[in-house]
């Protein structure tokens, strides 16, 4: 991602450059953190499932 | 003006039309708009939530409630404005240094709202995933409590994402501006402002210390990670070397003062109580029971001291290298007491201050805290071991005379009683890592358990207890309620302050026995003597001189067992003739029972 991308235009001002690249690398670092966490409960779902079918077949 | 800078074009006269003409968010939301009120209210909201959500730990949730009152104050602006039409009109005298700062705002907000919509896809999961396993028809009743531990480690990480980012960007405005204060002098001046207040416990003190001192290094060392420094460890002065001297008299300045508790507030009380509530609430270890008193029978003993064997029962009290960073793992010193390291002098003065001649209770102690008993600098006047469940204890142990091992439960109906019975004075300080209340399984164990602390506890004296949990028992709903009900008596009761502080990965509690009326007066007396705890009466101790308690030893191999009792014979040594009298201080027991 550009500055461009996120509504910025080069103006020569390091400061702000700097900060649209402190902006644009945290919200890659979250975007990465929440794609972690969302595949993390999936797995923890299909674990459960999977624990009570198994559980219940045994039971049988 | 906030938000919606327009462009970035500031270099010509020429374009400031076109600049006010062209409403270009710098930081835009997904659909490249200005991030919306509405939106910005949605993000209060989550902020909110998890600010809830981490109620057990009151770092994560304070980091939350300031974003939440940031974003208050940007609502409220935002609204005036509106009304106002402000925007216009300042916008015409922007130049690019005088952006910076609004810009740098704008990111910030723009950083909560991202945050926000990380916390919404994470809690949207989380109801996607209950949904699929209702469709599936299947039972998991452990689904939505993992789920939430889960979703806490989320928001811990992904504040600490926007948290480091907001320090980048502060940093970037200071260094924009190009005047004022030095951040080194700033940084400088919060440590040296840094005193512990009159009233303020010492260990709230440290664990506020300890975030400041963390939060300089932060800022000084940006891209390094925290990783456990606080105040006491020597690293930090090579680390921030141009505090050294400040990290040091600040250790010292703790070492050296006298606490001077006054009964907390009743709001503060409450802030405590729904801390406790939260954390009990959140606590989910399957741990294994420690039965209910008195035992069925010997064969449930045996097997209690078998499970207990397999687990971490020779933690010590001094913090080292090699210390791991295991929950079960956490020296005493640092989940207790707020010390890191105690490499430095002035960390061994603070230990010293809290320990030397003190009668030290370790409730569930298993063969732990050898390294202290051992330690020639700091001793207690006693340290008695409540354990039935251990199975053996390292020998040095018992080569120290102040060191006692006795086979009661820290829970048992008749503690207080037997206690008087061996002569064993009431307690300075009170210390239980890992054991109790989390491994009681029964309400009325719980609850006998904080009498017995209240009891136990002498003027002045300090019950520690890590971590805050409770067992879950067969119904945890109802051991919680008994915690609960304990605490809020605690509270309730003038002696007693009940408070709360975060040293390791959970909660530490606190119940100190306040100095009261008369005794009051006399605690900086009373701490120039060697003993403060010290007070079984001297015809008790008549009644029973010559006797030499027996060592409850049931099912667990001691290594004190049949030592000389030295504890007791110091007591009997030292004790002058003193009145009979039961007063606040001794070991209460109930006429009825005594």
Partial sequence: MNDADIGIKPTGQPEMLELARIVTERKAKLDALTKVYKEKIKELAIKHIKNDLFNNRTNQ | ?594
């Avoid at chain 2, 975060?502 to 530490?508: E, I, N, S, V």
């Avoid at chain 2, 006797?547 to 030292?574: L, M, S």
Wanted: proline content about 5%; aromatic content about 6%; glycine content about 8%.
């Fill in chain 2, 1 to 594: 003006m906030r938000g919606g800078f327009k462009e970035v074009y500031l270099e010509s006269d020429s374009r400031k039309a076109e600049r006010i003409e062209v409403r270009k968010p710098l930081f835009p939301n997904s659909s490249g708009d200005e991030v919306s009120l509405a939106s910005l209210e949605k993000t209060l909201s989550m902020m909110e939530r998890a600010e809830g959500m981490m109620a057990s730990n009151p770092r994560g949730a304070a980091m939350f409630r300031e974003r939440g009152d940031f974003l208050r104050e940007e609502i409220k602006k935002r609204r005036t404005e509106d009304g106002t039409g402000k925007e216009t009109s300042q916008a015409e005298s922007e130049t690019g240094s005088e952006l910076l700062p609004e810009a740098a705002r704008e990111a910030s907000v723009s950083g909560s709202v991202d945050l926000a919509k990380g916390i919404e896809d994470v809690g949207n999961s989380v109801v996607g995933a209950e949904k699929s396993i209702e469709r599936a028809g299947v039972v998991a009743p452990g689904f939505k409590e993992e789920a939430r531990f889960l979703e806490k480690d989320f928001l811990t990480q992904a504040g600490e994402i926007v948290a480091d980012s907001d320090q980048k960007i502060e940093s970037l405005v200071g260094r924009g501006k190009q005047e004022g204060v030095s951040e080194e002098q700033e940084a400088k001046s919060s440590l040296e402002a840094l005193v512990p207040a009159p009233e303020e416990p010492d260990e709230k003190f440290l664990e506020r210390a300890n975030s400041i001192v963390s939060s300089i290094h932060k800022r000084h060392n940006p891209t390094e990670k925290r990783n456990g420094l606080a105040l006491d460890k020597p690293v930090m002065a090579e680390k921030l070397p141009q505090f050294q001297e400040t990290l040091y008299d600040t250790m010292a300045k703790l070492s050296s003062r006298q606490e001077s508790l006054k009964k907390m507030t009743p709001t503060e009380n409450v802030e405590v109580y729904k801390n406790i509530e939260e954390a009990l609430t959140a606590s989910r270890r399957e741990v294994y029971g420690a039965g209910s008193d008195p035992l069925v029978n010997q064969e449930e003993r045996d097997a209690i001291i078998k499970q207990f064997a397999h687990t971490n029962q020779s933690r010590e009290f001094f913090p080292n290298n090699d210390s791991r960073v295991r929950k079960d793992a956490f020296p005493y010193a640092q989940s207790l007491f707020g010390v890191r390291s105690a490499d430095s002098p002035e960390a061994r003065a603070f230990l010293k201050k809290k320990i030397e001649s003190k009668n030290i209770y370790l409730f569930g102690g298993g063969d732990s805290v050898v390294d202290l008993i051992a330690d020639k600098e700091i001793r207690a006047r006693s340290i008695t071991n409540l354990d039935p469940f251990v199975s053996v204890e390292r020998v040095e142990k018992g080569q120290n005379p102040g060191y006692q091992s006795v086979g009661e439960r820290a829970d048992g109906k008749d503690l207080l009683k037997t206690l008087k019975e061996r002569m064993l004075p009431s307690a300075d300080e009170i210390w239980a890592s890992m054991s109790v209340p989390m491994y009681l399984e029964r309400p009325e164990d719980i609850s006998q358990l904080l009498d017995n602390i209240k009891e136990l506890l002498a003027p002045g004296g300090t019950a520690r207890i890590y971590p805050l949990e409770v067992g879950r028992g067969q119904d945890f709903e109802a051991n919680k309620a008994a915690f609960l009900a304990k605490i809020k008596e605690l509270q309730e009761s003038e002696d007693y302050n009940v408070y709360l502080a975060k040293f390791a990965d959970h909660l530490t509690l606190f119940i100190k026995r306040l100095q009261t009326g008369a005794s009051k007066e006399g605690a900086a007396e009373s701490d120039k003597q060697e003993n403060t705890g010290d007070v079984i009466d001297a015809e008790i101790i008549e009644d029973v001189r010559g006797g030499n308690p027996k060592q409850v030893t049931d099912g667990a191999k001691q290594i004190t067992e049949g030592q000389p009792d030295v504890v007791d014979a110091e007591i009997i040594e030292e004790e002058k003739p003193k009145p009979k009298q039961i007063t606040k201080g001794k070991i209460a027991i109930p006429e009825s029972t005594g």
